[in-house]
Structure formats: C-alpha cells, structure tokens
C-alpha cells in the first residue's frame, strides 16, 4: 500500500468507527475460498458495492450488537460483484450502488435505501471547478487532454477510471454518452480510498468517486474538490432536490424476497432510526 493509499484509508476509518470482525469491511476472497451457497441461519455474508461497504459494516456491527451470536461480513468488490454474488448464492445480500437492470429484475430482489451520485473530483489545487457533459466525453474519449482546455494550467488531464465491477463505471459512461470501454484511462483504481489516493498521487488527475464519500473527505480535510456539473453544485442538497445529474440508488439485493435473519437486517438498516446516520454519510436517505 502507498503512503497516499494509507493516508486516504485512515481518513475513511475516520468515518467509520473500528468494528467487530464479523462487520469490517473487507477486500473480497478469493473465488476458491467463497462458499457456494448461504451460510446459515446465524450467519450473513454480504458483498459488493465498495461505496455501501462501510455504511453496511457499520449498520452490521450495531445489529450484531442487539443479537448475540449473529455473525455478519460485509466485503467489497463493486455493485456488479455483490450482484452477481447475490444471483449465484455466494453471498445473502449483495450491495449495489446501481438499480437493477431489466435483464436481472426477473431473478433479483432489490431494496432500495438511499441515494447517492457519482462526483467528479480533482486535487484542491487544480483551479478547475467546473464541467460539462460535453467536457466529460471529450476528455475520457482522449480528445481534450489538457486542463488548458478548461480553463486550468496547460497540464496533462490524467484519467483515473475504475475497474468493469464498479456501477461508477457504468453511469460516467452513460453520462457521456460512451461505452465504458471506450474510456480512456491514465489509470485504473478500484474503490474510493485507491481513486482519491491516486488524485493525492497526481495532482493533474481527473477521477470519478461517490458524492458521500467526497463530501464527506472534504469536511475531513482531504486536499480535494469537488466539480459542479454542468452548472450544478457537487452537494447534497442538490441531490436531496434532484437538480444533480449521474445521481443512483443504493441497494441491498437479494436472489428472492428477504426471510429470516437476511430480512431482519434488511428491516433494521431500512429502520426509521437509521435516517439520520445515513444522512450523516451525505447519503439521502429512501422515503
């Protein structure tokens, strides 16, 4: 791990306090190590969306803590990995930061929790506060390759895009009107703490990241900005009000409609109680 990558995980841990085991948010296994099928009625294995990770896993804990002998993981890997997981029966419920598509509707249960959006983000000390659509496409087809272009220092935009498993991915390319293999990247980085250590790594860095967790770095001190779209401020309260654009759902899916302890955490996390700390996460909570 990089200095800059450590830097950036602690102030994420900032953000979530230390929890049990059972309910950190973790890298995912190995395919060879993932089990085939549920775990149990006292157990619940839950992967996917690295944006939803450290919300759940800290939702997690403080379920586990009303039920004695539960057992909860909470493992990154993007929304596409906890889908999948949830489809194929790896994992209880899978997270994703992104609905659910026509062609999986017919087998997946999804729930939904919360909004949040796809930010882009610079270093503080890019000039640059502003973008288009039109820039957006520009850039990552590699036809605008210089700040200069928007208004900042004749310096190279370096590209930081995120692997085919994240949602981000998917909804900065609709965004442009691209494929997300049409992206042209400097470089690859998977989940928040990776994308923002990358900008701390290269000031001339462009990179898209989750609204909440952005904002949420900022109020920490992280040497960020982040850019208004087209002409709409990076906030919440432009989400809330549905002015901000490449805004997504976050949810909890399953293979069939949630029973048992599934359920009973699902219930929890959906709670009433629980709106002010997903608003605390610059999350907008599900009404």
Known sequence: MSKRHLLVALALAVLVPSAAPSATAQSPEPASRQPTEAQGNDTLRITGSSTLAPLIAELAQRFQATRPGVHITVQAGGSNHGIADALAGRADIGMSSRGLKPEEQNDLFAITIGRDAVAFVVHRDNRVRAITRAQVAAILQGRVTSWKALGG????????????????????????????????????????????????????????????????????????????????????????????PLSRTLNLVTRQVPTGLARSFIEYVCAPSQRGFIEDKDFVPYQ
């Open 153 to 244: 220092k004749d310096a190279p935009i370096k590209v930081v895009s995120r692997p085919p498993s994240h949602s981000s991915l998917e909804i900065v390319a609709d965004y442009a009107g691209l494929k997300p293999e049409e992206i042209k990247a400097a470089i690859v980085a998977g989940d928040n703490a990776e994308v923002l250590a990358a900008v701390l790594d290269h000031p001339d860095a462009l990179a898209f990241v989750s609204l909440g967790a952005a904002l949420d770095l900022v109020q920490h001190g992280m040497p960020i900005a982040l850019l208004a779209v087209d002409g709409v401020p990076a906030t919440s309260a432009a989400l809330r009000a549905g002015r901000y």
